[in-house]
């Protein structure tokens, strides 16, 4: 019997996000594409009975589900540290970079561990993530440069910023991701969009306002965008002080940008597909998942040219070049504008986002990350 474990840990993220959502979906078709004779156990930090039971309901067929002692702050630390180690033996598969590395056999055991690196946001924006993520993620990354078989990147960008840091030779595997099952457009669509009160048109964006999102500078540029067109905003609270700055700055009207909060995967699934146009500002990104999942649902796309992000669309969004900060909230309102005054086009992206997103599924990702233990 030949057993992949699989670090779960993301998916019970505090504040979900791209990456637990990576978590769930690629777990999920690893147990649905397992060779013969190959089994799937799920390893997370000390965590409650009803998050415990929580993975069961998401990540039927789990073989076993290993309960670390630690709970998730202390097992991140024990790990940058080298200590405390699985049970058993064999495959380890990290959906992050937290993992338990450290010296094993992989030629006479068959021991192997890999891990994944989302983005080089840790050394290109330090800022952005506060001095002691910044220290986990550097010093992990040491640890994997010394111990890891393999560490997955979702994109070819990323491998490439990824070179320039540390040198792993050719251990690093390019793995992308795909959209989230999870947001299906639901039956009460009509519903949620009168609960929401989501406006007939409106341009929406999704995360906080911290500045290598972009979103700051999305709200800076709005005044520009015709028609009044509101901006909403997906994970940032309605009463952000930030998100109220940015207004100001903007000399905006308080009701042009309304933060929506934290939204469940059918309200979310509403609000983008009834978007008129979905905004993807970032200045920094390893993947762009959110792109994938608007793409998915047929809305006109506009990004900034950050290299993962062009991998991504290549074509089938409208791209935005980042530039100086004091030109790029102009640029995104004219971006925003060109979609918003030409319904052709804004067709032509949604039947091009559509097919973009088709490329992309899970069940590749995991036959990928399957054919990598193998290699290993």
């Given at each position: 019997m030949t057993t992949l474990r699989v670090i779960i840990d993301e998916m019970l993220a505090t504040t979900p996000g791209s990456v637990g959502r990576y978590t769930e979906e690629l777990a999920r078709e690893l147990i649905a594409t397992a060779p013969r004779g190959c089994y799937v156990e799920a390893v997370v930090a000390a965590s409650t009975e009803a998050e415990y039971a929580l993975i069961q309901e998401r990540l039927p067929g789990l073989t076993a589900l290993h309960k670390s002692a630690l709970a998730s702050r202390e097992l991140r630390a024990a790990w940058q540290h080298g200590f405390t180690r699985l049970p058993g033996k064999g495959m380890v598969h990290a959906t992050s970079m937290l993992a338990p590395l450290a010296r094993h056999d992989r030629l006479n055991d068959g021991d192997q561990i890999a891990v994944t690196l989302h983005d080089t946001v840790a050394w290109s924006r330090p800022e952005a993530l506060g001095a002691r993520t910044v220290a986990w993620h550097k010093a992990m990354l040491k640890r994997a440069q010394r111990y890891a078989d393999a560490v997955v990147?979702?994109?070819?960008?990323?491998?490439?910023?990824?070179?320039?840091?540390?040198?792993?030779?050719?251990?690093?595997?390019?793995?992308?991701?795909?959209?989230?099952?999870?947001?299906?457009?639901?039956?009460?669509?009509?519903?949620?969009?009168?609960?929401?009160?989501?406006?007939?048109?409106?341009?929406?964006?999704?995360?906080?306002?911290?500045?290598?999102?972009?979103?700051?500078?999305?709200?800076?540029?709005?005044?520009?965008?015709?028609?009044?067109?509101?901006?909403?905003?997906?994970?940032?609270?309605?009463?952000?002080?930030?998100?109220?700055?940015?207004?100001?700055?903007?000399?905006?009207?308080?009701?042009?940008?309304?933060?929506?909060?934290?939204?469940?995967?059918?309200?979310?699934?509403?609000?983008?597909?009834?978007?008129?146009?979905?905004?993807?500002?970032?200045?920094?990104?390893?993947?762009?998942?959110?792109?994938?999942?608007?793409?998915?649902?047929?809305?006109?796309?506009?990004?900034?040219?950050?290299?993962?992000?062009?991998?991504?669309?290549?074509?089938?969004?409208?791209?935005?070049?980042?530039?100086?900060?004091?030109?790029?909230?102009?640029?995104?309102?004219?971006?925003?504008?060109?979609?918003?005054?030409?319904?052709?086009?804004?067709?032509?992206?949604?039947?091009?986002?559509?097919?973009?997103?088709?490329?992309?599924?899970?069940?590749?990702s995991a036959e990928k990350v399957w054919q990598l233990h193998a290699d290993l």
């Open positions: 990147v979702p994109s070819h960008a990323v491998a490439a910023q990824l070179a320039d840091i540390v040198d792993l030779g050719n251990r690093v595997r390019v793995i992308s991701g795909a959209a989230s099952t999870a947001l299906d457009v639901p039956h009460d669509a009509d519903e949620r969009a009168g609960r929401l009160d989501l406006p007939d048109e409106y341009v929406l964006a999704i995360g906080g306002l911290e500045p290598r999102k972009g979103i700051d500078q999305l709200v800076a540029g709005l005044s520009r965008v015709v028609r009044g067109v509101p901006l909403l905003i997906a994970g940032t609270p309605a009463a952000d002080p930030a998100l109220a700055a940015a207004i100001a700055a903007g000399g905006l009207d308080a009701s042009r940008v309304r933060g929506l909060g934290s939204l469940s995967d059918p309200d979310l699934a509403v609000v983008v597909d009834r978007a008129a146009v979905f905004a993807y500002p970032n200045l920094e990104e390893g993947f762009g998942m959110p792109v994938l999942e608007a793409f998915a649902l047929g809305t006109p796309v506009v990004l900034s040219d950050a290299p993962a992000l062009l991998e991504l669309a290549v074509d089938a969004g409208v791209v935005v070049e980042r530039g100086d900060d004091e030109g790029y909230p102009e640029r995104l309102a004219d971006g925003i504008n060109s979609v918003l005054d030409d319904p052709a086009l804004a067709e032509r992206l949604a039947y091009m986002g559509s097919d973009r997103a088709k490329a992309f599924s899970w069940r590749s």
